[in-house]
């Protein structure tokens, strides 16, 4: 079945300390993960996609991992910032068969507090 | 110069009425999808549509129905609105199939 798990379902931590995010899925056939933000109220924002080939990825202040034999990425966020505040979510994409279809599965996200 | 833009941003209803939300984007891409996000918070992909066809149509109880006039346009009517269909629904496009979706700022649709 495929699914996507992450954790920790919240955290809280304060401004300008880091922290990482963990998505372990189990979707096959892989074809891509992204890791989404979406801020209170409003729709969730692409930070960065993953294929297969990649380890790691960097937008900034945010650093994307992927170990693609034991399933796992991890979110890395340096330096938080109050505006990190969001929830964040893993979305793995699977080749739903032989055309160009994909069938996308979410997490249920990681909700982050920054405090000042 | 919003990206996807729904219409209405709030949806205050009584059960068993008809309702639509509307869905516009002008960055030229092909591919329009709806997502339901409940109170759990997770995504779930309802509909999508390349080019006016539907590409995607995950198990949703057929009261709801997509339509696209155009590939700039996707709304969504509900019939006979149920408790259950409380919700946040997303808009979203992509350039293609397979690449990345820019989301509207969701409906938050409540049923009383």
């Known amino acids: 079945k495929n699914q996507v798990e992450q954790s920790p379902q919240s955290l809280i931590i304060l401004e300008g300390k880091n922290c990482t995010l963990q998505?372990?899925?189990?979707?096959?056939?892989?074809?891509?993960l992204r890791w989404y933000k979406q801020d209170t109220g409003r729709g969730p924002v692409s930070l960065t996609i993953m294929t297969f080939s990649e380890n790691t990825k960097s937008n900034g202040r945010y650093t994307a991992t992927l170990d693609a034999d034991t399933k796992q990425s991890s979110l890395h966020i340096t330096a938080s910032q109050l505006s990190d505040s969001a929830s964040y979510i893993c979305?793995?994409?699977?080749?739903?068969?032989?055309?160009?279809?994909?069938?996308?599965?979410w997490g249920l996200g990681t909700s982050l507090a920054v405090n000042p | 110069d919003t990206a996807v833009s729904q219409t209405p941003k709030y949806l205050v209803t009584q059960m068993g009425n008809d309702k639509s939300i509307k869905c516009e984007q002008n960055?030229?891409?092909?591919?329009m999808y709806w997502y339901k996000q409940d109170s759990k918070k997770f995504l779930k992909i309802m509909f999508s549509?390349?080019?006016?066809?539907?590409?995607i149509n995950e198990t949703v109880p057929n009261r709801f129905s997509p339509k696209s006039p155009d590939k700039a346009h996707l709304n969504l009517h509900i019939n006979s609105l149920e408790l259950g269909d409380s919700a946040v629904y997303f808009c979203?496009?992509?350039?293609?199939?397979?690449?990345?979706?820019?989301f509207g700022q969701g409906t938050r649709l409540t049923v009383v």
């Open positions: 998505c372990n899925y189990t979707v096959s056939p892989f074809s891509n």
């Open positions: 549509y390349n080019n006016k066809e539907l590409i």
């Open positions: 979305v793995v994409s699977a080749r739903a068969n032989a055309g160009n279809n994909r069938k996308l599965i």
């Open positions: 979203a496009s992509s350039l293609g199939r397979n690449t990345e979706a820019f």
């Open positions: 960055l030229g891409h092909d591919t």
